[in-house]
């Protein structure tokens, strides 16, 4: 599926919840359904910078496609960048680079955000462009 089919398809499950408590547990689901990140991951080159809350993330390149892990010390956060892996993982630097994270807005998650999750989430997706366009200059 292409970022755009895959942020549809979020943006899709999301509007079945009206209540955002709803939503936030979903955020919870996804964080827990994460694969675990290797504990050698876990280190301070991985860590994104300007989120409150711990979030390490880790990017390989496999037959030309990045492949993304994480993990994060809080639920929510954990949800979303759990979110954000599912959209982008698994496609060309480039494919990264041009895509366009509609679905954070159209799903209302930057306004349903405190300020300081609002900022790691904007910190989340630069460190992710940042990974694709380092691999792209390989």
């Not at 919840?17 to 996804?30: E, G, P, S, V």
């Amino acid at each position: 599926m292409t970022i755009n089919e895959l942020q549809d398809e979020v943006i899709g499950e999301f509007s079945d919840f009206t209540d955002w408590m709803d939503k936030y547990q979903m955020l919870i689901d996804l964080g827990n359904e994460l694969e675990e990140l290797d504990p050698k991951y876990k280190t301070e080159q991985n860590l994104i910078e300007g989120c409150q809350s711990r979030v390490w993330l880790q990017c390989d390149m496999e037959d030309g496609k990045l492949v993304f892990t994480a993990d994060s010390d809080a639920l929510i956060t954990k949800g979303i960048i759990a979110l954000l892996i599912r959209v982008i993982s698994g496609h060309t630097p480039q494919e990264i680079i041009d895509s366009d994270l509609y679905f954070i807005d159209r799903i209302g998650l930057r306004q349903h955000l405190s300020p300081t999750r609002s900022n790691g989430l904007l910190s989340m997706v630069k460190q992710i462009k940042s990974y694709a366009i380092a691999f792209s200059l390989k």
